[in-house]
T-cell receptor, first 112, second 111 residues
């Protein structure tokens, strides 16, 4: 079945460092792809999404490009801040477009 | 803004108790979801509902049931709580498109 694999954490960075969190997927068809973020003690918030190949989603300085040829949707940010410390989840829509299938999450910790 | 609220942020229950987790959304969304979140396992879908009184099993429905009597409210029921149901429970809703909007979560501890 469809699945999402994202890099194991935790990822520990200094402020202003470059961030990459890898995400690859296995899917039948052409799912939409998402990154959600969960700040400490909160629920998940949509960070960005892409609905077709070569689309780039972006928000709050984060970017991810839907790469069909490598089945990837890696999350990047040029300069992280302490406030970016959170758990990041990659997800794809299931074949029916009803539910989301999530990766296991990657914890990011940014220190000043 | 879409608002999804959950009745409790923290709950402590005893083994064998019947537990109700309530979720309410204020945007007239058709679809509502219950997930559980566990360290190292990510989010796993328990049940979802695409309309009032309609429900579908997700990946891990065993030990759970749901109720959707009104469009805005989706309840998760643990008929007889067990310690392996200690977890974070997240409710979400969506309308049409694929973006789901999440509540703040309920952290349940079963003793």
């Amino acid at each position: 079945g469809d699945s999402v694999t994202q890099m194991e954490g935790p990822v520990t960075l200094s402020e202003e460092a470059f961030l990459t969190i890898n995400c690859t997927y296995t899917a039948t068809g052409y799912p939409s792809l998402f990154w959600y973020v969960q700040y400490p003690g909160e629920g998940l918030q949509l960070l960005l999404k892409a609905t077709k190949a070569d689309d780039k989603g972006s928000n709050k300085g984060f970017e991810a490009t839907y790469r069909k040829e490598t089945t990837s949707f890696h999350l990047e940010k040029g300069s992280v801040q302490v406030s970016d410390s959170a758990v990041y989840f990659c997800a794809l829509s299931d074949q029916a477009g009803t539910a989301l299938i999530f990766g296991k999450g990657t914890t990011l910790s940014v220190s000043s | 803004d879409v608002k999804v609220t959950q009745s409790s942020r923290y709950l402590v229950k005893r083994t064998g108790e019947k537990v109700f987790l309530e979720c309410v959304q204020d945007m007239d969304h058709e679809n509502m979801f219950w997930y559980r979140q566990d360290p190292g396992l990510g989010l796993r879908l328990i049940y979802f509902s695409y309309d009032v009184k309609m429900k579908e099993k997700g990946d891990i429905p065993e030990g759970y049931s749901v109720s959707r009597e009104k469009k805005e409210r989706f309840s998760l029921i643990l008929e007889s709580a067990s310690t392996n149901q200690t977890s974070m429970y997240l409710c979400a809703s969506k309308q049409g498109g694929e973006t789901q909007y999440f509540g703040p979560g309920t952290r349940l501890l079963v003793l």
